[in-house]
């Protein structure tokens, strides 16, 4: 991997904390506190942590005399840095009216200010990647506030819209859609360039696929209301005995933020409850949900292997696509040095990876061998799928 340009770095760092306090303008004070659920992070959290990231990883060992804004607030703003200390459970943040969310601002600012004087330093390549992994961090907490907010939206009693021109959807693709047809073969995948890139997509290998298709477009929501109308929710045959049981646990009967009125199905958006539109892509479902309808359509979904080296010849980028692979570990990984070796390889276990981008992920964040995971029960992020079948 490449060393970055440190100028044009430092342009992209103060961009993109720009933009994560543009995308909490809609907010009251009290939408940063909300946390419906464990999962969900509240919006003051985001802004915290990311700013923590900064501090803790590039700050303090890089800025000579450094002084830590507060002691207090390496506890609240860890995520998971077993490594770096104790922390707030991830279930409690939403119980944090202290720090003010003024003081958190004031954090930022004071991050922002100290990162301004680093990098008016000569600074090591070391030094350079790990700022450029925390620009690639904090794009991620953009995209998780967007879900994570929504969310928080939807729990309201008459879900108040974020933006009421959000668009969840790419405009309408008057597209055939069909199959197509990769030959076996053996293929590369995996992350081969000089640009930035997550440990966890290298390096990059070969892998053997038989002959497959795969289709062209995402699955909609007229094909999945087909599914919902078919008794898709209430026959065991298609579901894994875990996602039967899900299922029945959770009552779950259709996509989240799906729901009807007076004899109409809606679903909530970011612009708020808006009719469904059966030729939009399909959005929040859960693995389970994905295996079920493939095993419905007598279909399959693709591996990561498959998406990958399929991927030139579709559009991509509007959901992160659910694939059959398990987030395990390529051949020869290595986890980063240092304290963020914690940010990837500790979680390959009990997760399923999904390819692609969504509507929220920020304008050049991934890339055709960028691998997302999430436990196969997570629906809250913009997922969605594409069949595959075996060609025989």
């Given at each position: 991997?490449?060393?970055?340009?440190?100028?044009?770095?430092?342009?992209?760092?103060?961009?993109?904390?720009?933009?994560?306090?543009?995308?909490?303008?809609?907010?009251?004070?009290?939408?940063?506190?909300?946390?419906?659920?464990?999962?969900?992070?509240?919006?003051?959290?985001?802004?915290?942590?990311?700013?923590?990231?900064?501090?803790?990883?590039?700050?303090?060992?890089?800025l000579?005399?450094?002084?830590?804004?507060?002691?207090?607030?390496?506890?609240?703003f860890?995520?998971?840095?077993?490594?770096?200390?104790?922390?707030i459970?991830?279930?409690?943040?939403?119980?944090?009216?202290?720090?003010?969310?003024?003081?958190?601002?004031?954090y930022?600012?004071?991050?922002?200010?100290?990162?301004?004087?680093?990098?008016?330093?000569?600074?090591?390549?070391?030094?350079?990647q790990?700022?450029?992994?925390?620009?690639?961090?904090?794009?991620?907490?953009?995209?998780?506030?967007?879900t994570?907010?929504?969310?928080i939206?939807?729990?309201?009693p008459?879900?108040?819209?974020?933006?009421?021109?959000?668009?969840?959807?790419?405009?309408?693709?008057?597209e055939?859609?069909?199959?197509?047809?990769i030959?076996?073969?053996?293929?590369?995948?995996?992350?081969a360039?000089?640009?930035?890139?997550?440990?966890?997509?290298?390096?990059?290998?070969?892998?053997?696929?038989?002959?497959?298709?795969?289709?062209?477009?995402?699955?909609?929501?007229?094909?999945?209301?087909?599914?919902?109308?078919?008794?898709?929710?209430?026959?065991?045959?298609?579901?894994?005995?875990?996602?039967?049981?899900?299922?029945?646990?959770?009552?779950?009967?259709a996509?989240?933020?799906?729901?009807q009125?007076?004899?109409?199905?809606?679903?909530?958006?970011?612009?708020?409850?808006?009719?469904?539109?059966?030729?939009?892509?399909?959005?929040?479902?859960?693995?389970?949900?994905?295996?079920?309808?493939?095993?419905?359509?007598?279909?399959?979904?693709?591996?990561?292997?498959?998406?990958?080296?399929?991927?030139?010849?579709?559009k991509?980028?509007?959901?992160?696509?659910?694939?059959?692979?398990?987030?395990?570990?390529?051949?020869?990984?290595?986890?980063?040095?240092?304290?963020?070796?914690?940010?990837?390889?500790?979680?390959?276990?009990?997760?399923?990876?999904?390819?692609?981008?969504?509507?929220?992920?920020?304008?050049?964040?991934?890339?055709?061998?960028?691998?997302?995971?999430?436990?196969?029960?997570?629906?809250?992020?913009?997922?969605?799928?594409?069949?595959?079948?075996?060609?025989?």
């Open positions: 991997m490449s060393q970055p340009n440190q100028q044009q770095l430092a342009q992209k760092y103060f961009h993109t904390r720009a933009q994560t306090v543009e995308l909490m303008k809609p907010l009251s004070t009290e939408d940063h506190l909300a946390q419906p659920s464990e999962e969900v992070s509240p919006p003051k959290w985001h802004l915290g942590h990311t700013t923590w990231f900064f501090e803790t990883l590039v700050l303090l060992p890089g000579t005399n450094y002084q830590q804004f507060d002691a207090q607030f390496p506890f609240y860890n995520s998971y840095y077993e490594g770096l200390g104790e922390r459970d991830r279930h409690s943040r939403g119980t944090l009216i202290r720090p003010a969310l003024e003081k958190i601002y004031t930022r600012t004071y991050v922002d200010a100290q990162m301004e004087k680093l990098f008016a330093t000569d600074l090591n390549p070391k030094q350079l790990t700022i450029e992994l925390g620009i690639n961090h904090e794009e991620q907490h953009q995209e998780l506030f967007l994570d907010f929504k969310k939206l939807a729990v309201q008459f879900q108040a819209p974020y933006k009421a021109d959000f668009q969840e959807s790419f405009p309408s693709n008057s055939v859609p069909k199959f197509i047809e030959s076996e073969g053996i293929y590369r995948i995996g992350y360039g000089k640009e930035f890139c997550f440990d966890n997509e290298q390096p990059a290998h070969k892998v053997y696929l038989q002959p497959y298709s795969i289709a062209s477009k995402l699955v909609t929501n007229a094909e999945w209301l087909e599914f919902i109308e078919a008794g898709g929710y209430q026959e065991f045959s298609f579901w894994h005995a875990e996602g039967w049981d899900w299922l029945k646990r959770e009552q779950i009967k996509p989240l933020y799906w729901f009125k007076n004899g109409e199905w809606y679903r909530f958006s970011l612009a708020g409850p808006v009719l469904l539109n059966g030729s939009e892509s399909l959005s929040h479902i859960s693995y389970y949900e994905a295996y079920a309808y493939a095993e419905w359509k007598g279909l399959r979904l693709p591996t990561e292997a498959e998406w990958e080296v399929a991927q030139e010849q579709f991509w980028g509007e959901r992160w696509e659910w694939t059959n692979s398990a987030y395990l570990a390529y051949p020869g990984f290595k986890t980063i040095e240092g304290p963020a070796k914690e940010y990837n390889g500790k979680f390959m276990i009990n997760q399923m990876v999904l390819r692609g981008a969504s509507i929220a992920s920020p304008s050049g964040h991934s890339r055709p061998s960028y691998r997302n995971f999430f436990h196969p029960h997570f629906r809250w992020q913009f997922t969605g799928l594409r069949l595959a079948k075996n060609i025989d």
